[in-house]
């Protein structure tokens, strides 16, 4: 199923220092989402949900199921007491992932802790039927991720594959995707582009709009498949800042619109 994540709306919530005079709330997220004709919407860290009330709550997950829209969760860190929290909310949304990003601390442990904290986890997700997604973020490489899983060793934790994440940790996207295919549960599609320097001094990775970029979607689903993974696909981008929030704003739907209907052109993507 295709879907969108919070991530796409980076500059309409705002992150760290960077908060517009009215950011976008998760009501607000849904109707955009649901707007553009997309039945998945996954909730990341960027707009925590278990800060909102009861009320607000249960408003967002009736408008959900009034406009057919499933849900997806998601939160930084690997504390019991909050992947608690959230599994709460994945029973009132009928989530069922909780899509989960070791901190630059957690990641910073040996494998075996980290398979510990998630081994903890795993129990009351299993219980509560939500598969735990965790993210190839930009502390963890993906041999570790995949030793980590290894040692977890259950069903009910896999990865959330982002496909340029790992670009931070040294790893080509072919290379990441090849390591975390087999063990993918969710998917984060992103494209990029190397940038040169104008002056010659090294390059950067710069996000683009879905398929526009260097990335070979179609080789993604390619290895996914091989594996037997038919995964939800969840669009991001790596929209830069455009200078004020007007201009931010304005390209992040644009970026949104571009991504969404390039997508629905991968036959792969359902």
């Given amino acids: ?5 919070s991530y796409a709306f980076r500059w309409h919530v705002g992150i760290r220092d960077r908060l517009p005079e009215r950011p976008m709330s998760a009501l607000a997220m849904l109707e955009e989402v649901s ?3 997309v039945k998945l919407l996954q909730y990341a860290d960027n707009l925590p949900l278990h800060q909102l009330s009861v009320a607000e709550i249960e408003q967002l997950a009736e408008t959900a199921s009034g406009h057919g ?3 997806e969760l998601g939160l930084t860190g690997c504390d019991l007491a909050l992947v608690t929290t959230y599994l709460d909310l994945a029973r009132q949304f009928g989530a069922r992932i909780l899509r989960i990003a070791p901190t630059a601390e957690e990641s910073a442990r ?3 802790e980290i398979a510990a904290l998630l081994r903890d986890a795993a129990r009351p997700s299993r219980d509560a039927g939500v598969t735990l997604a965790v993210e190839n973020h930009f502390h963890l490489p993906s041999p570790r991720l995949v030793e980590i899983l290894e040692l977890v060793a259950d069903p009910a934790v896999g990865v959330c594959l982002d496909v340029a994440n790992s670009l931070a940790c040294q790893e080509w996207p072919a290379d990441t995707i ?4 087999p063990f993918a549960v969710n998917l984060h599609l992103k494209d990029y582009r190397v940038a040169l320097d104008p002056h010659g001094v090294g390059c950067a990775m ?4 879905l398929g526009e970029g260097v990335l070979d979607i179609g080789a993604v689903f390619v290895e996914l498949f ?3 993974r038919d995964v939800n696909v969840i669009l991001e981008h790596w929209l830069p800042w455009q200078g004020d929030f007007t201009a931010s704003h304005a390209a992040e739907l644009a970026w949104l619109d571009r991504s969404i209907a390039r997508a629905r052109q991968e036959p792969a993507i359902h």
Wanted: charged share 10%.
């Fill in 1 to 5: 199923m295709l879907g969108v994540g």
């Fill in 178 to 181: 090849r390591m975390l295919a």
């Fill in 69 to 71: 829209v499933t849900i």
């Fill in 35 to 37: 707007g553009r004709g």
């Fill in 226 to 228: 091989a594996h037997g």
């Fill in 206 to 209: 710069v996000g683009t709009p």
């Fill in 110 to 112: 040996d494998n075996a």
